[in-house]
């Protein structure tokens, strides 16, 4: 009998993946433009730090809000006090509106559907207990956020079945690969109970198209199934095509009054939009009242603050500040991926086409020496190591092609994103010029080879004729040696 | 459609624990809007000492405005690291340690922060116990637990059964007794957890059911998890010796590392500082692995940024928590022998208690008959006709009808005077 469990020994909770261990390096030797300028760049974290400046005199401008007082008054021995699982009512309300406000109000909310957690992290994850049991499975369209491997699956005991995306087509999901995916699960044995969509997605910064929603729409009411959309990244749609969230498709196909209604599932959280991730604020938005009810009890393994929740219906309800602070924030955030797009354009490296989120996903396919996971691998290694910047590698999120990065922008100062997309450009010019002297040398042992083949076969030609192998040979060895000594110099150089 | 988990009854929230809650939820007792109303007893909460911390904040303005002297550190709050805001991590042990009267330290290292006990207890489990295999709990106990450490975790409770007889004291012969039980189920059983000072009696273990505990975790070669939420509400004498006192005391660390490995504190905030609304708990593990699982496993119920900086901030004044712990016992003491007074008035007697924010209370004699039913019946009355929710022992899976569990410390001396007004009447009659 082991002394633990089975899940504190095991190793789904998915820590030991490059995309952790590479976070790790970085604190090891974090940069800091004046105590730390060599250090590792961190592009590996999805936080959008570009807009606290704006909070912070909303803050001085509201000191009710974090003092805890309402209209002067102390408020402090409610607050202390309140851990009704059903939220803050006041709170909902402000989400709610947020919500409905972020897409441009084609759907509205409502509050008693909505479940807050501790984080879009354990929304995830009391969402798989309230929909899937342990050996069920839900199909996830890659890449996805490493972190699902953790959310989804470790306590629950649910399998993530991959619906492969590629960049034939920009990674948009496709009616094959659903299948695919499906008929795969089957073949595992495994009950699908629903499809898990990241839209925005992470790591690929795009909005889903309508037909994409509309495929999974058609799919999960064909097999009646669920689909939990998470939409955490809803608010940094920062150009077009604008966000289109899968409840408006429902709600525009006159879907709301069905089943299928019933068994579509939104999380959300403030993490991204409001670059708040530290005060755990999730929620699920559910049209089923048994998933709501579940759910609700549920949330006692992750309530929020009550302090925060206080603070934040303050923050939400000012609907002047909001609207400023989601227009400056696309702006930011358009301005930032813009930068970092263009920069990286001139190294070499293109990144597929975004429109939303806080990162994007970076073709090196061409830097890397084989078109294998394992020479992802080391150029990923290269770029921490010595490159010295944290990027997160394909197949940490599960792309099923090499050669695909996610570099975050959000988190950042502009100076800092300059310096990282200087260090990397160097870096490709020193991979193009090492590239350039072995295709040189390459070609130059190509050349000699060649010669010395040719000789070597003319003379053995000779030497059958004349029977006088050892002279031959003997005459010919010390030119070989020099050739492949020649050779083997420069290969130590390159 | 649902998950077994979302469409059964293990969260246990049909049971009367909570549908009292629902009651007095529909008409709560106001001394001005609503003197008819329903008094609340069934609530664990302490609400005797806010005047104290809030006097705190007043005079620590920056505390709650994200603020370190005057200059905003509103970015350094937003940090979600699981590992928690050090400064923090450092303030709790040092409480903790306080509140065990500076006989243990603790090693911040060894802390892992959750939203609250709830969390900390169920992530404990799904780090020690697996789906199937089961935990011993001495009855009777928080009814809470069926949810916290069974609902989405699978693992099953067993009951080790305490009596009146001794006062509820934890025997060896009952953990032997559970233990066949399990056994005779087929369970596996991993751990032992305990509430101490205990949450239903309002007392603390003696020496002798700590000694029981360490043997049969040595014998049976499984965990002791102590929830020690209720530490710093001990008003009276005997003091209070926590689980990691007593296994320093037998030298465990050297003497038996396999258990000291094995011993595990589950703590909050919620009872002591009467903070429950702010999610503040935490696991405390000598076992490496566990606080590495743990860490990892927190992430679904991390503590907010905010709170935790407000808190670091109150804690490290220790001039305050020093007034704070003596003022509370006080207050606490005087509140108890309150309702224990007033009971007594009633033919109500208690058991003899020195902590928690509650009373157990035996009204076997008011008990129609002997049974479970009359003792739900007696609880609705008391409900309905007389206005109180208590709650009833059965919720708590004690094994003898008749005990009641009543709480004083969420309620002024008015409201509590009330209380016994009517159950004096309902008494008389």
């Not at chain 1, 061409?366 to 010295?388: D, G, P, R």
């Not at chain 2, 007889?165 to 934890?170: A, C, E, P, Q, V």
Request: positive net charge; hydrophobic residues 40%; contains cysteine.
């Amino acid at each position: 009998m082991g002394l633990l469990s089975r899940r504190a020994t095991c190793n789904t909770h998915g820590q030991d993946s490059s995309y952790f261990l590479g976070w790790q390096e970085y604190k090891k030797n974090p940069y800091n433009e004046v105590n730390n300028p060599n250090g590792i760049i961190q592009m590996g974290l999805a936080e959008n730090q570009l807009c606290l400046d704006l909070l912070e005199p909303w803050l001085m401008k509201n000191p009710d809000a974090l003092g805890l007082k309402r209209d002067g008054i102390s408020i402090f021995k409610e607050l202390a006090l309140f851990q009704d699982y059903n939220g803050f009512p006041a709170f909902k309300r402000a989400l709610v509106d947020f919500m409905g406000e972020i897409r441009g109000n084609k759907v509205s909310f409502d509050p008693n559907h909505v479940v807050l957690t501790a984080g879009a992290t354990s929304a995830n994850e009391t969402l798989m207990f309230c929909l899937a049991d342990q050996g069920d499975a839900f199909l996830l369209p890659t890449p996805y956020y490493p972190g699902f491997d953790r959310d989804l699956r470790w306590r629950t005991g649910v399998e993530i079945v991959p619906i492969h995306c590629t960049s034939s087509n920009g990674f948009k999901v496709t009616l094959p690969a659903i299948e695919q995916a499906y008929r795969q699960a089957q073949k595992r044995k495994l009950r699908v109970k629903g499809v898990l969509i990241t839209n925005p997605s992470n790591p690929l910064g795009t909005t889903m198209a309508r037909d994409e929603l509309y495929l999974l729409i058609n799919f999960i009411e064909d097999k009646q199934i669920h689909l939990i959309s998470d939409e955490i990244y809803a608010g940094t749609v920062f150009t077009s095509p604008s966000f289109v969230s899968v409840m408006e498709v429902l709600k525009g196909r006159n879907l709301d009054q069905t089943q299928v209604w019933e068994r579509v599932h939104i999380v959300y959280s403030l993490s991204k939009d409001l670059g708040l991730p530290g005060f755990r604020v999730g929620a699920i938005y559910s049209n089923d009242p048994v998933v709501v009810s579940a759910a609700i009890k549920m949330s006692s393994f992750g309530l929020v603050s009550s302090q925060t929740q206080y603070l934040l219906s303050a923050m939400l309800f000012d609907k002047k500040f909001t609207k400023e602070y989601m227009s400056e924030n696309h702006k930011r955030l358009q301005k930032q991926q813009k930068d970092l797009v263009s920069g990286l354009e001139k190294a070499g490296i293109r990144c597929l086409d975004s429109n939303a989120g806080l990162f994007c996903w970076v073709d090196m396919r061409h830097l890397l020496k084989s078109n294998t996971f394992e020479a992802e691998m080391e150029l990923w290694q290269k770029i921490v190591y010595h490159v010295k910047i944290n990027i997160s590698p394909g197949s940490s999120c599960h792309c099923i092609e090499p050669g695909w990065f996610r570099v975050c922008f959000a988190n950042m100062l502009e100076s800092t994103l300059k310096l990282a997309i200087q260090r990397l450009k160097s870096f490709v010019s020193s991979i193009a010029m090492k590239s350039q002297s072995h295709q040189e040398l390459k070609s130059l042992r190509r050349k000699a080879r060649n010669n010395w083949v040719s000789r070597l076969s003319l003379q053995s030609f000779y030497d059958r004729e004349q029977d006088t192998t050892t002279e031959v040979s003997f005459s010919y060895r010390p030119h070989f040696m020099s050739l492949s000594n020649i050779a083997a110099t420069l290969d130590a150089a390159a | 459609m649902l998950s077994s988990k979302a469409s059964c009854n293990s969260h246990g929230e049909d049971s009367s624990y909570f549908l009292g809650w629902q009651l007095y939820d529909n008409n709560p007792f106001h001394g001005v809007v609503n003197p008819t109303g329903i008094i609340q007893m069934g609530l664990a909460e302490n609400q005797l000492s806010f005047d104290l911390v809030e006097s705190w904040l007043r005079k620590n303005l920056d505390a709650m405005g994200l603020k370190k002297d005057g200059e905003s550190v509103f970015r350094e709050a937003l940090f979600q690291d699981y590992h928690g805001l050090p400064a923090f991590k450092k303030e709790l042990v040092e409480y903790m340690a306080k509140i065990r009267g500076n006989k243990v330290t603790f090693d911040p290292n060894n802390l892992v922060l959750a939203a609250g006990a709830t969390s900390a207890n169920e992530t404990l489990i799904f780090c020690l116990v697996d789906p199937g295999q089961a935990i011993l709990l001495p009855t009777p106990y928080y009814p809470g637990f069926n949810r916290d450490l069974k609902w989405r975790t699978g693992v099953e409770i067993v009951p080790v059964h305490c009596w009146s007889s001794n006062g509820f004291r934890i025997t060896m012969s009952a953990l032997e007794d559970a233990y066949q039980s399990a056994q005779t189920l087929n369970l596996k059983v991993k751990g032992v957890l305990i509430t101490n000072p205990s949450n239903r009696l309002g007392t603390t273990m003696t020496r002798e059911e700590r000694s029981h505990l360490i043997t049969f975790a040595i014998a049976k070669n499984i965990h002791i998890i102590s929830d020690e939420v209720f530490a710093g509400t001990v008003f009276d004498s005997p003091g209070f010796i926590s689980i990691m006192e007593a296994a320093m005391d037998r030298s465990l660390e050297n003497e038996n590392p396999g258990l000291w490995n094995r011993i595990h504190i589950v703590y909050s905030l919620s009872k002591d500082l009467g903070l429950p609304g702010f999610r503040v708990g935490m696991i405390y593990s000598n076992n490496e692995t566990v606080v590495s699982a743990a860490t990892r496993m927190s992430s679904f119920g991390l503590v907010s940024s905010q709170t935790q900086y407000l808190l670091s901030n109150m804690l490290a004044n220790k001039k305050f928590t020093s007034k704070y712990m003596k003022e509370n016992q006080k207050r606490l003491k005087r509140k108890k022998e309150m309702l224990v007074s007033g009971l007594r008035t009633s033919g109500m007697e208690c058991l003899k208690s020195n902590a928690g924010l509650f009373c157990w209370v035996d009204m076997r004699h008011l008990l129609s008959s002997n049974t479970f039913e009359a003792e739900t019946k007696l609880w609705k009355t008391i409900l309905c006709e007389v206005g109180l929710n208590m709650t009833a022992g059965e919720s708590c899976h004690c094994s003898e009808p008749g005990w009641l569990r009543v709480c004083f410390a969420n309620k002024s001396q008015a409201t509590v005077q009330i209380a016994m007004r009517r159950l004096r009447d309902f008494a008389e009659r």
